[in-house]
């Protein structure tokens, strides 16, 4: 039987040389770790030691109050309020557990848990850095959230300011709101100093003076343990500094009163939308500016939920959307102050000539009718605007040309933004040759050139617009650039920056022609084509104009909207030497340049004009209410001849 007998010397030869191989190996490796160590230690310690500070040691921003904003009587429209907020570390919570917590905070937050998913998934940042889920939650519920920390791993309770609007949808449209920086902002601002967990300003002026408002963020030096974790605060190398407070040239008691105007009007006829704006037009400041439908700016300062926020954006009034600039409609009869200044201005009328108007004009086959079906005979500049012949403008637009129509157009500002310190202002459409050519491939035709002298066919203007062409006649021609801010101050009271008007253009015309136009616009008011307004013991001029859009009805009717733009001289009591008023209107003294805009009114008489009538007894505390409720019934004033 073969095999290794025990005390065999045979083996413990071979095995000797093994173990001394082996031995030799070990030798090695102690030595290199040692040697790696000692270069670790001590050759290169002061590096690496450097380098676990810079780990353990890092700058944090602090964030800064943001600013305020007051109304032009010092009035505060928005402020800051502590406000609890949720937030979430990932790294602090496991992964087995994060659907459980979640649905914990769901129950106790009513925000689901998809939601916060998102929230958390969409994140760019480090996972070590807190994510807020949930802001503005209740005492109570903020009191359940820190004495149950031990089962909500991750989950932090903290106090932060939160955005307070005192007077919610009044101002809504002006002020805008805040919200939660997205990934996208974030990559493009990160370099400027954001955080992942900032808010910044996302319409109106909020988000126009986001740098005036945001404020300097300090710096804090703080130790964090190898976790991530802070654990203290070393330093504060960098004060933070509090925003800037906006001081605005709305007058919060104007905009009740405007509001209270344009809901009365709008709720009665049951119309979806409407526009009223009062600006100063001496200097372009926007006294007041309404938009309804409106909403609560106080929902988003909040944290608005996914789906309210869904109910907005598919709400067909679209609340969200200021129509005073960011949305574009035919001015109808309002535009022929255009006409009527080049006309004069280019030498194609005359105070003195007249042009015989009637039912309707024709080139070719094509009839272009005049809004009565009528006409009135001859009439001068005065009887044509007062009356709104649309055949009167017809001609003279003719005379004047597309082209010719459209540079006096530009130099009231139709077809260019007016440049006002808010978001989202349409541009409008003034149409010249060149402008067709390049949309559609051919110019104008003489028919459209009749449309565009009455504001209808291919003009589109928004309110604004409109009522800035009004301020500058009143004011003898200068066309200023609207403002909502008129004064920047520091956060102890210091003037940062004084408004100062901004004038866009002195209108290239004679003054006379400018006064002849004011003194038409009073004759509107006067020859009762705007019924009793004249009744009211104040001088008020302007015009009124319907704008056909959209489809025809069962009758071949077009519906349309409703405008009415007037301005009131400097002291607006109708004076015993001048019982006509127009001497007032004059002058270049105007106080105030108002705005109403109806949208699809379709009612007996001109809406917006009622509107205006209604703002100015409630402003003017006239006693005596001349309202005529009968022309806010729904109808067409081409069968009740309502004017237009």
Do not use: C
Not at 189 to 211: F, H, I, N, P, R
Not at 248 to 262: C, N, R, Y
Not at 374 to 400: C, E, K, M
Not at 518 to 534: E, F, G, K, Q, S
């Amino acid at each position: 039987m073969s095999g290794v007998v025990l005390g065999d010397p045979a083996p413990r030869g071979r095995l000797l040389p093994r173990f001394i191989v082996f031995s030799l190996i070990a030798v090695l490796v102690v030595g290199a770790l040692g040697t790696r160590l000692f270069y670790l230690q001590v050759a290169q310690g002061g590096y690496y030691a450097a380098l676990a500070d810079d780990q353990r040691f890092v700058d944090v921003a602090v964030s800064s109050a943001r600013g305020l904003m007051v109304d032009r009587a010092g009035r505060v429209l928005v402020t800051n309020v502590p406000t609890y907020v949720v937030k979430i570390r990932q790294a602090d919570l496991p992964f087995s557990r994060r659907e459980e917590v979640l649905q914990r905070l769901s129950t106790l937050l009513d925000i689901p848990v998809a939601e916060m998913n998102e929230t958390l998934d969409r994140n760019p940042g480090s996972r070590f850095e807190y994510i807020r889920v949930a802001s503005d939650i209740p005492v109570d519920v903020a009191h359940v959230l820190t004495e149950d920390h031990l089962s909500l791993p991750g989950v932090q309770v903290g106090v932060e300011p939160r955005r307070e609007y005192p007077y919610g949808a009044l101002v809504s449209h002006i002020l805008g709101f805040t919200g939660a920086i997205d990934p996208d902002d974030f990559v493009r601002l990160e370099e400027k100093g954001y955080l992942q967990d900032d808010s910044l300003g996302k319409a109106g002026v909020e988000a126009v003076y986001e740098t005036e408002l945001r404020g300097t963020y300090g710096v804090e030096q703080v130790e964090r343990d190898a976790s991530g974790r802070r654990l203290r605060v070393v330093a504060k190398p960098q004060e933070e500094l509090a925003g800037n407070t906006l001081e605005l040239s709305i007058d919060v008691d104007l905009q009740k009163e405007a509001e209270k105007a344009l809901r009365w009007g709008i709720e009665l006829a049951g119309l979806k939308r409407g526009v009223f704006i009062v600006m100063n037009p001496q200097t372009g400041e926007v006294l007041a500016m309404v938009s309804l439908p409106n909403y609560d700016n106080n929902l988003f300062a909040r944290g608005i939920s996914g789906e309210d926020f869904d109910k907005l954006l598919k709400d067909p009034s679209r609340p969200l959307l200021n129509f005073a600039i960011n949305e574009q409609y035919p001015p109808g009869s309002t535009y022929k102050l255009v006409t009527g200044t080049g006309g004069l201005a280019d030498g194609k009328i005359t105070t003195d000539s007249t042009l015989r108007t009637k039912g309707y004009l024709s080139i070719g086959r094509y009839r272009y009718y005049e809004w009565n079906r009528r006409g009135w005979g001859p009439l001068n500049i005065y009887d044509g605007f007062g009356h709104s012949s649309d055949t009167y403008f017809f001609q003279v637009a003719g005379r004047l040309g597309i082209d010719r129509l459209a540079y006096w157009a530009k130099q009231y500002g139709f077809g260019a933004r007016t440049g006002i310190d808010l978001p989202g202002e349409a541009r409008g459409i003034v149409p010249t040759n060149a402008w067709k050519q390049d949309v559609f491939g051919e110019r104008i035709y003489p028919g459209e050139t009749y449309q565009a002298g009455i504001g209808q066919g291919y003009d589109s203007a928004t309110p604004l617009q409109v009522l800035n062409a009004y301020a500058a006649l009143a004011n003898g021609g200068k066309v200023f650039q609207p403002q909502v801010v008129r004064r920047i101050l520091s956060a102890d009271g210091t003037v940062v920056r004084d408004f100062e008007p901004k004038l866009i253009r002195q209108l290239d015309v004679d003054p006379e022609v400018l006064r002849t136009m004011r003194v038409a616009a009073r004759r509107v008011v006067t020859i009762r084509h705007t019924y009793n307004l004249v009744d009211l013991p104040l001088v008020v001029a302007g015009k009124s104009g319907t704008a056909e859009f959209g489809n025809r009805d069962s009758k071949g009717r077009l519906p349309y909207h409703s405008w009415f733009a007037a301005f009131v001289p400097k002291d607006p009591r109708m004076q015993p030497g001048d019982p006509s008023g127009y001497r007032a209107v004059s002058g270049t003294d105007s106080e105030l340049a108002v705005l109403a805009f109806a949208y699809d009114s379709r009612t007996k008489g001109n809406m917006a004009t009622e509107i205006v009538k209604y703002f100015l007894q409630i402003h003017y505390k006239v006693k005596k209410d001349l309202r005529n409720f009968d022309l806010l019934k729904r109808a067409n004033f081409y069968n009740s001849q309502g004017g237009n």
